[in-house]
Structures are given as C-alpha cells and as structure tokens.
C-alpha cells in the first residue's frame, strides 16, 4: 500500500485548477481583498459576479500570479506590485 501514497495525485495548494474567490486570490497574492476589488472595479482582473460576490476563474488567477512581483523598498519593506503592461 505504500507504492500506492506515492502515485497518488498531488493537490495544487493555490487552487489553479479551480476558481478562487477573491479573499483566497488576495492571499495567494499577499495583498489585501480591497486591492483585488480595486483592479476589478478598474477591469484589470476579470472576475465573474456570483450571489456570494466575485470568483475569479483558473486562467485569470494564473495571469495575475503571473502579474505579480515583489519589491524591496529604500526602506528594507518589501511591497507586491503588479506588471500590468503584460495585458
């Protein structure tokens, strides 16, 4: 039964393979909720409006993951900061 744990498939942590709503894309993301509501208010981020609020789909999070990168500031803080000239 032990060959059997190693073959078995591996759940994807950042849930690619499924829509995410908008508070698990902010923490994928490291930012806040109001961040992500911002870009998609701006259209940057397309999500989908559902009776619980928005979910973003599986291509969409891939390209914001994508998007995103982090900066070291003057001050030695880091900030996340989204490339969107890759639209």
């Known amino acids: 039964m032990v060959g059997w744990a190693r073959n078995s498939p591996r759940h994807n942590t950042l849930g690619e393979g499924m829509p995410m709503t908008i508070s698990s894309l902010a923490e994928a993301c490291g930012v806040s909720r109001q961040r992500i509501y911002v870009f998609i208010k701006e259209g940057r981020i397309q999500a989908v409006p559902m ?28 900030q996340v900061r989204f490339d969107f000239s890759k639209i």
Not at 68 to 74: A, G
Request: net charge positive; aromatic share 4%; charged share 30%.
């Open 51 to 78: 009776p619980g609020g928005y979910v973003v789909m599986p291509h969409e999070v891939k390209r914001v993951l994508g998007m995103r990168k982090r900066v070291q500031l003057r001050s030695g803080a880091e």
